[in-house]
């Protein structure tokens, strides 16, 4: 009990210091796993360089050689050796939060000639779909929480990148997997993969474990065919203009996009930027919030969060100063979705929308917070700019604030967490401690939630009354899913026999107690909050902590 309390102070303590000298250390959260495309990435480091664009600078990816393979099929990810590596790693590493998946695409043009009939396309289609299925089915076995992302493919280029090797084609080092396919035009291989693409988004519509971005024209939007292209169907057309997630299927991805060698560019692989682009892309429609802890919170709108400068308020968010008169962002939290326990860290990311002058904050930013609301009223009011609040602290500001679209995120101090509960809003305002004159950033407002301002919080439980045995159990013994829950709980004991079940509060009391034969239990009837999920084996004790939402 004594080396519990003792961890916890040393945790707070190392909290505040890490917060003052503005330094983190970077977790794995994401398993990358798969074909070529995840061996790019892994070169390329492509998801360190995306999670700190989005603000996550404390966290990263983890590969190696041998989980992210130049050229590997399906069939390669699950032989005996290639599973007991991935189960080996997800067991050693409880902290994943998600696989990165990429696989599939070998299988398809490596095997898919232009002379298929429909029917040979659908079985290979239908073979390859069945194989993703048994990983992802295999890694759940092992995790059964844990988020996979299929990462899908962009368009390639076949016909226009080797014809720029003329006269020398035949030479170029991709012209065999193109003869190998039959010469396929760019629409017929942009169809075959967009239909293996829609069978995977209905296994994702079947499993909140899987996710998967649709996009294989991104390439298409973000670049555009400034040039005319040089093979059939020719033509230009700029950059925004091809809807998402289709585009245009009788064009390429822009031969820009692909990886450049510089004896010869490749036909398949996106270019280091291209899949930073198509990462970003994800992050934002998934793993933004996927990497969050237990709960986010939007602003409150309509008057409530917004800008003061001067003698108006604006429902933009800008730092900084105009020269006549510093700009500051109020922003107004709802609590009321927070449960009732302990907060462990909490963090607010703003997206840079535009620069004016120079940066008015880099890494230090000032913020002061208020329990209630500053001034008279909620509502934002001109008297909100100059009011002291409860605290006022200078705080760390980490990720990447380099140029527009990139994330920060500003730390809250440990005094500041300890004030917020669910019994009372509360209000932050982020001013520039050093602005200068005509330096303002603007921040992405609330019309968007995939760019909105966000609070993240992390709850933190400790169960005094469970003996220290049960609290440092082996790990991965008893894995729950999802974590956070709403209703019903599921748990894989690991080829455990489970002779009872119990929920614990965090005083150690029991409040459900069951003989249970089953992997699940409803837990829809107990109020929201941080519980204990303890578990009588034959071979021994196992808690899990858990929250219910």
Not at 8 to 35: H, P, R
Not at 116 to 124: A, K
Not at 419 to 443: K, L, P, R, Y
Request: with cysteine; charged share 20%; hydrophobic share 40%.
């Amino acid at each position: 009990m004594r080396k519990i309390l003792l961890l916890t102070l040393f945790n707070l303590c190392f909290v505040q210091f890490s917060s003052a000298q503005c330094d983190e250390t970077a977790e794995d959260k994401i398993l990358l796993l798969g074909d070529s495309w995840a061996f790019f990435m892994h070169v390329d480091g492509t998801l360190n360089t995306i999670e700190e664009k989005w603000g996550h600078s404390n966290y990263s990816y983890y590969s190696s050689p041998t989980l992210s393979v130049n050229g590997a099929r399906t069939e390669d990810f699950l032989t005996p050796t290639k599973m007991t590596e991935i189960e080996n790693t997800l067991i050693a590493n409880p902290q994943f939060k998600a696989v990165h998946l990429s696989i599939g695409g070998n299988d398809v043009l490596g095997s898919w000639t232009v002379d298929f009939t429909p029917e040979q396309s659908d079985s290979l289609k239908s073979k390859v779909y069945d194989r993703i299925v048994s990983i992802i089915d295999f890694i759940h076995g092992v995790r059964p929480e844990i988020q996979v992302i299929w990462s899908g493919y962009m368009y390639p280029n076949f016909e226009e990148v080797i014809a720029e090797f003329a006269p020398l084609e035949t030479s170029h080092p991709f012209y065999g997997n193109w003869e190998g396919m039959g010469f396929p035009s760019f629409e017929e291989l942009n169809t075959i993969l967009s239909d293996f693409s829609n069978d995977l988004e209905v296994l994702v519509a079947g499993d909140p474990l899987i996710s998967f971005v649709s996009a294989p024209a991104l390439m298409q939007k973000y670049y555009g065919q400034e040039l005319p292209l040089e093979v059939a169907p020719f033509g230009t057309y700029s950059a925004g203009f091809q809807p998402l997630p289709a585009g245009d299927i009788t064009y390429p991805s822009p031969k820009v996009s692909m990886r450049d060698y510089g004896l010869a560019r490749d036909c398949f692989h996106l270019s280091a930027e291209g899949f930073e682009i198509m990462m970003d892309y994800q992050f934002q429609k998934i793993y933004h919030k996927l990497l969050m802890d237990d709960l986010y919170l939007f602003p409150e709108g309509e008057g409530i969060s917004g800008t003061i400068f001067n003698d108006s308020t604006g429902s933009v968010f800008t730092v900084g100063d105009e020269g006549i008169g510093k700009q500051v962002t109020l922003l107004s939290f709802n609590t009321a979705e927070i449960t009732d326990t302990v907060i462990d860290q909490a963090s607010i990311f703003l997206r840079r929308k535009n620069l004016s002058g120079v940066r008015p904050f880099t890494s230090m930013v000032n913020v002061r917070f208020k329990n209630g609301y500053f001034g008279t009223s909620e509502a934002i009011e001109l008297e909100d700019k100059d009011e002291a609040g409860d605290l006022s602290s200078d705080l760390c500001v980490f990720g990447k604030n380099d140029t527009e679209g990139d994330w920060l995120r500003i730390d809250l101090d440990p005094e500041m967490i300890a004030m917020i509960s669910n019994t009372e809003n509360f209000q932050v305002i982020i001013e520039a401690n050093a602005a200068g004159e005509d330096n303002i950033i603007e921040f992405s407002d609330l019309l968007d939630e995939e760019f909105a301002p966000v609070l993240n919080l992390q709850y933190k439980g400790i169960n005094l009354s469970i003996s220290e045995n049960e609290l440092t159990q082996e790990k991965n013994r008893i894995q729950l899913f999802p974590n956070p829950t709403q209703g019903v709980l599921y748990f894989n004991a690991h080829g455990e026999e489970v002779k009872s079940i119990s929920i614990l509060n965090l005083a150690g009391q029991s409040i459900m107690h069951e003989e249970i034969n089953s992997n699940s239990i409803d837990l829809s009837a107990i109020p929201q909050g941080v519980y204990f999920f303890k578990v009588e084996t034959i071979n021994g004790v196992f808690v899990e902590q858990f929250v219910k939402q």
